[in-house]
């Protein structure tokens, strides 16, 4: 089974799908866009296209574990991917995600400018790795 993953941002987004085993994550990309309903139109034209079945939504908590209005932002993007596509959304502990992706684009000699476009792509397949593992 085909699972997606997102990392919502305020302007760039990241998107991550899973093989088709439901193991690995695979291919990632950033859309950029501020208009929420057209960014879930483009998530849905993606969604389409590759088959997934489950989309998993990155939250980010505060460091503490509550919600914040950032995570309320994802929940409530959450809701509107659920109307638009009718597939079951599940929430995934984001806190540490873009810095671990930075990391791993400064590590794979990334310079900076080009880095921040890449950033949430990477954030979206760490997120997706993530809860894949945790499903054993």
Do not use: W
């Not at 939504?57 to 209005?69: A, Q, S």
């Not at 932002?73 to 502990?93: C, N, V």
């Amino acid at each position: 089974m085909k699972i997606m993953a997102i990392d919502l941002g305020d302007v760039r987004t990241g998107v991550a799908f899973s093989d088709i085993t439901g193991f690995i994550a695979g291919r990632s990309v950033t859309i950029t866009c501020r208009d929420r309903e057209a960014l879930a139109d483009q998530i849905c034209d993606m969604i389409q296209k590759e088959g997934a079945q489950e989309i998993v939504l990155g939250l980010p908590l505060n460091m503490d574990g509550t919600e914040g209005p950032r995570a309320e932002k994802s929940r409530a993007f959450g809701r509107l991917m659920a109307e638009k596509t009718g597939l079951p959304i599940h929430y995934a502990d984001e806190r540490g995600s873009s810095i671990t992706a930075n990391r791993i684009l400064s590590d794979a000699g990334k310079k900076r400018g080009r880095q921040r476009a890449q950033v949430d792509a990477v954030a979206a397949a760490i997120i997706l790795q993530s809860y894949l593992d945790s499903r054993g």
